[in-house]
């Protein structure tokens, strides 16, 4: 058993010595060195990056369970992790995600209290205040009146979980596999177009990446950033990560993005499908607040060479010209024709966005998708929706062994474990994690993950569901 170590500020290494974990009497952090760093990976540019990952180091025989840490004022993610895991750079199961309450708890007793909220009304309302108004206001907003994004979170309501007893608990494994990788948790970051304006440095797309790093959750990089894919990969290091693709009209853009994205090392392809056009947001219609068209988050189009061709490569840096050439090409009107092409143009698992119907789902499977993903957009594309974790049950049941993944209102621990019972392979966070990178960056994103880990773990711990079968097995009951 080896425990692998991730602490965010790299300033604080000289600290480390006096860092320890009581119950780990086989672990001698003192003498862990630096295996590497950010710093090294992605170059000096980033050199106020957070984030090193020290040397495994041994833990043979020593009762993790038990471990609870001593000093809480670094902040750390740190879980057991077998030889294979290791070998292949990625955490692995039987995290003790609950253990974050422990770790919570021992640094109040030393009267230090949680620097990011640990609920979701209290994190956006503080996001509110950290963000600039108009970014926050085209993050929180949503299509027509928004009915369909606030069903989309009080839907969780209605759905409720049967506790069971006498069930040994002490373990829980909440890993999963997809697409042959095996992941210690079932989470993942949604794609958010706007994540690089979330953060006062606004490379909010890398922050995400090194809070992926920390927390060993998948992210799925949107099209629409503000550092080009190649540099979120490099960021994600030997994380997985997935890429998502707004398909362009234009087919050899969308092949070069794709090509890219492959090459760089993402490991599955998200194809949005609900996007073809943008929606009635009176929101940001009010104040014309549309972040595309005052030039953001468009680095995977200039950083492109086939956008550079269409557009020449002098204009790239004409703000306006890149505009009106995104607009032009954003958007291709896809029908099932389309599959086969987008099929043949990658080899990477292919995960289709946005399907709720489970005539869709079959379809889709027919056509060669590797995943189905059932989304409402969160409730920003379309108004007038049934909430979205009421429509996954019917995709899940059409969707036989494939796997499905499921975001819109996920908002706790709690609603985590009951798209899980109703059958998601895994499960999307949208903007909780946007929220925590407002208040926080890469630290802030991490500590709303881990929070969400620890509060699902707690559930199946107190529940009587050591496994995500189990939980699958228990099920919901709509009250
Ligand atoms: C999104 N979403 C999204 N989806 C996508 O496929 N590509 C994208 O670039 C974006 N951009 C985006 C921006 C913002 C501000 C939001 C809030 C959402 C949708 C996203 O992936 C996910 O489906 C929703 O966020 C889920 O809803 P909740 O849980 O955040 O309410």
Redesign the pocket.
Known sequence: MYLQIFMDQISLMPALAKCRLKGLRNANFEDCNLEYSFLDRVGPEYANLTGASLKYADCTGADFQSAILKRTNLYMAYWPISDEAKSRGIGETHAPFGDYKDEIYSAGLEEVLPQFPVDYRTLEARAAGALPPSVFS??QSGCGDETT?IR?VEAFGHWGMTPRMMVDCSKRDLSIELFGLKLPSPLFM?????TGMCTQDSHGDLAAARASVLTRVPMMA???SNDPLETVAATLGDMPGFF?L?VPKDKALAESLIQRAEAAGFKGIVV?LDAPVIGWRPRDLKSMNFPELRGHVMANYTSDPVFQTMLGKAAVTDRKAVVQHWVATFGKELTWADMPWLRSITKLPLIL?GICHPDDARRAIDSGADAIYC?N??G?QANGGIAAIDMLPAVVAASGDTPVLF????RSGTDVVKALAMGARAV?I??PYVYGLALGGDVGAAHVLKCLLAEADLLMAVNGYPTISDVRAAGVTRQ
């Open positions: 085209h993050v994004q989309n949604a794609p958010i177009g706007v949107t099209t629409l998502q707004y949005s966005k989304s957009h969160g920003r975001d819109s209102g996920v999307g949208g903007r």
